[in-house]
DNA sequence: CCTAAATGTTTTAAGTTTGAAATAAATCTG
DNA sequence: CAGATTTATTTCAAACTTAAAACATTTAGG
């Protein structure tokens, strides 16, 4: 009826890579819907808000806005967006590069980093709590996991 | 230096979270990237509407607009939207219910169904090439896991 | 040096997304 | 049954997102 035993272990392995496709994107979206509405009420601010200054805050020299593009991996129009609008608010800055007048680098200014500071020891209590049936290796381990996946991941991207 | 040794450890437990979530988020947008890319390229379609008529799909007799925002996890408003174009291009149709004229069935149109099927199988297949990492096995031990973090994360929820 | 290709960023058009306000209809309550 | 509340959906404004086009500048070849 449905096909060769060879074949119907095959599709019952795409199924249950499938179905853990779907519970991985299940998972993700309940939390970032928990962190989103939370960065509004408590600090009425965005997820990407908060994403791209959580990438400055990694490089106190500034990030180049095509890096900052490749580090969220979102697009270079995108960034140049929320960057706009955290720079009206005062909380990063462009600063020319000297020797390429084409690029800017972006960097949070000192309320920046101050209000950075804040959002970012909430946002790591917020996700303790929602993992917090993860024990610190179980934690750990699935992080490894996910490691080699994306690796492998970006390797065939890589090859294409 | 950095406090008592009970703090330090529940430091560290924080940490090995966040770094899963970051991990986590990272996998599933590199994930979404590859296949909103292929939608694009190879059906002229996008993700969202994906996501739509996959719901309608496991649901011969329609879905309600509100019904299709839980599942789906997104707006009532982004719905609309979305099956606004969905109808346009003749995919979905909108059915009135019998005995309450505030609501709307929403039900894949025959060509829906049709496009539909196309897509799922090749849709299918790109997570089985990308996961082919995974046993099924292993699949099938992070998808339960992943289970029964959903159900705590919607019970918190609830509570709340 | 001068042009062609490459690089860095912004702009644009279309679609997605949210939360809140508006609308419409059904249900509850006195 | 009339008014108030609740429920289902759409509309709206603002932000996010992408891919592609436009722009500015730099680098590479001749």
Redesign the pocket.
Known sequence: MSGTPQIRLAEQGSKQRLRLWLRLLAVTRKIE?EL??RM?TEFDS????FDVMAALSRHDQGL????LSGVL?????????????LAEDGLVM?VP?A???????VRLTAKGAEVFARQAAEHEAWIDAMLAELSPEEARNYAARLRTLANRLDDKGATE
Chains 1, 2 share one sequence.
């Open positions: 819907a989103r509405e509004r965005t997820l990407p808000r180049r806005m095509s890096a991996r979102v697009s270079n129009g995108n960034v140049t967006g929320i960057v706009d609008r462009r590069v020797g390429d007048r084409r690029a800017t680098l």
